[in-house]
């Protein structure tokens, strides 16, 4: 693939407006008063995502992290791993569905079960301003700012993985007048478009909207590695009274991408091949087509009281049409020890269960009820919901081999398309459904005491099985306790405990019956502080996090081979800390560091083994340094240890450092306030490995070379 883009208009567009800019005279630039707006901000704003109220974070007892705007603009994030680096505790495991879909292991754990079956499980699972979406690309123009819960958050937001949760913040409807253009372009084919335009649409302001949409597309040094994304957003909001606020929102994306699978391992190393090296050469782009309607409303019933809520529907059509390397032979009449066929070092290829024509719907209402109550002295913030929920995934899935290629010697780019009539269908039905109730109650005790205390109930359903299997069925309660003592105006320590339940869809491949719902339990405690008054903000946690019911492999004599049953244990430890904020009027930075210990505490199979993709100290570093009210230049380092690389342990993923680099340049253009900015990712182009699929030697994921972006910004 072509390193250096081709240089375009815009690339003389940009060179000239920067010339423009410095020719101009001295009061069309901008004044320091324009440039330090909350765009610059670096101090994570307050959220409600961790407790569904309005709490400040010094009086939360949960570990709460938010990536702002600036950080995501300064990066030049374009896809939702690159802003999550920022975050303590957050690694990735090998994702499907392209770069707009990473899988991440927050405290240990993937943000998707390991146990449930199919592809709708086995997808990035994120929360679209606190709604639950699966397999969804996220467009990182359109994002305000990225929250990281960490640890279990399913008495709050239902079924979840217990490592924590990622919530993506959609840019919000402006109240005052504005538009952005925004193009930036790179090498390997890098461009993104984005264009928005927001504010009041009558002169009493009561009615507001905002339009956006943008175009993502990228090549790649990866053979074959391809992705697009193109996105548009209509928000409409009505304000009858200033006690009622209802909101329309309609997204359309259209995704399309050929899934990068990496390299396989050989020996306790990734196999040394070129970087260019991949084996999923498809003839056809897989992609999805996704809409998605939500309505929200909210209403102060009177000073103390107010009711919020969300309704959800998304449709999206999708062609899953990837070609999966695996070393073993998965064709007809396979042994458990079967290796694929061929000379030198042998890589099957298959059409592996994809589907040409899927149907994904999701459904989610939420209404919460929260009022504040004085009694006797105590304050208390209550909260009051329900939430129902149904995903469901429809479309039939085909299975083909197409032989096999050398990993050192491949001859790639002619693979034949999918023959139906060479193919094994299966017709699956794959359905998870959800309803709950949840109360939770937060005490202001007096002398900077603050007490939380929650349950929720579930009734889930959920099934991954031929259709007319009856759905695994269960019914949970789970709590969440918590203590805070904030000592002083700016810091404070917690404690809390929480449960979190995960019903499987899964069942016993010998028996057929339904498995056990993954339970797990953590302790954690902290200390959070403010300094220069509230600009600056650090937050410490150490945890123990434990997940039982886990599903382990037990070897049998029948095909698959193997059977799935839930007995396993596993245990996260560790400790993190974040730092994010203004050090000085020009000294801006975010950085974290995490202490993560893994152990798989009872398995049949991998008893004593480490969880695979966690590495035992991670860290990360970004500065930025205003040098004058035009000028900055920002620079960081992300680094990552030694990881174990599949549940086995079988081979570990080398540690590594990368070094990003910024410099932006601002000015005024007529009406405009403009920047020109040039960021460098990998600047000392180091070869390094971001995750691996845990239970798939075969596909090792490359991180990305040394990659130079130019950004041209205006906003008015």
Known sequence: MNRLHRVSPLTFACLALAAHAQSEPPSQVLPPVQVQGQRDDYRAPETTTGNRTSTPSLQSPQSVQVVPRAVIEDQNALNLAEALRNVSGVQFDFGFNGTAMPLVVLRGFPSVSMTAMGPMSGSSTYYLDGTKVTGVPINMANVLAVEVIKGPSSVLYGRAEPGGLVNVVSKPISVVPAMSLEQTVGEYGLSRTAVEASGPLNEERSLRGRASASYYTADSIRDFVEDKLGAFGASLSWLPSAQTTLTGTLDYSHQRYRTDYGVPALGDRPADLPWSRQFN????????????????????????????????????????MDISPYRADYGMGMTPDATCPGTGNPLCRYYFYVRPDGRYRLDQFNLDLIGKIDTGGIQHTVLLGVDAYSGRKTGTTYFQQIGSVDIYTPALGSTPPLDLGMSMPMDIEDRNRWTSIYVQDQLALGQGVFLTAALRHDRTSAIYAAPGTEPNKASFTTPRLGAVWQFASNQSIYAQYQDAVSANNGRDTVTGAALSAERARQFEIGHKIDWLDGKLSSTLAAYELTKRNRGGSVPVATPPFYNTVTVGEARSRGVEWDLSGQVSRSLSLIASYAYTDTRVLVDPTYQGKKLANVARHTGSLWARYAIDSQWS????????????????????????????????????????RAALQFN??????RKYYTGSHQFVADWVKLGSPRTVKATLRLDY
């Open 680 to 685: 460098v990712d990998n600047v000392f182009d």
């Open 633 to 672: 230049t920002g620079a960081g380092v992300f680094a990552q240890g030694q990881r174990q690389g599949d549940t086995g342990n079988t081979f570990q993923l080398p540690g590594y450092g990368r070094v990003d680099a910024m410099l932006a340049y601002r000015f005024a253009l007529q009406d405009a």
């Open 281 to 320: 050469d498809s003839p056809q782009l897989s992609s999805s087509k996704t809409t998605t309607l939500k309505l929200e409303g909210e209403h102060r019933l009177s000073e103390a009281w107010q009711l919020k809520g969300k309704l959800l529907t998304l449709r999206s059509d999708t062609s899953e």
